[in-house]
């Protein structure tokens, strides 16, 4: 493998992992836009953006008489075959077949020649 390709990898990964420790990200913007009453709040009165943010919280000051300080919405992700073939993480091994790969749970694809068609999933957020 080429230092590139490792290097691919690695970001993935550190994505990956990143989307497990999930609690300690803070929230997307995402995550953050919904209507102003349906905000539960999340801070004290008066706090300050960046005190809500630090608590993960989402701030917004633009609607008066609402909180400004609220707790995202769950993060909605899905899982999706990556399309782009130089960015697949074996799942398998050379000549499994579609049910094998399928029965770990991972993505088949026939093609194209030199990399895996058996490999993993990755997590997408949804569109908001
Ligand atoms: C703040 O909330 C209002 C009302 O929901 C929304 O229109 C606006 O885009 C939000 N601003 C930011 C920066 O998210």
New binding site residues.
């Given amino acids: 493998m080429d230092l590139k390709v490792v290097c691919v990898l690695s970001a993935i990964l550190i994505i990956a992992l990143s989307t497990l420790a999930e609690g300690k990200a803070p929230p997307t913007?995402c995550q953050?836009?919904?209507?102003?009453r349906e905000r539960r709040n999340c801070g004290y009165p008066g706090i300050s953006a960046v005190e809500c943010r630090k608590a993960g919280c989402?701030f917004?000051?633009?609607?008066p008489g609402v909180p400004w300080c609220f707790a995202p919405k769950v993060k909605k992700v899905r899982k999706v075959c990556p399309n782009d073939a130089p960015i697949r993480i074996n799942c398998g091994f050379p000549g499994i077949t579609a049910q094998e790969c399928e029965r770990k749970g991972c993505c088949f694809r026939a093609y194209p020649a030199g990399v895996p068609w058996c490999f993993y999933h990755r997590m997408m957020e949804e569109a908001c």
């Fill in positions: 913007r953050c836009k919904q209507a102003p989402c917004n000051s633009s609607v």
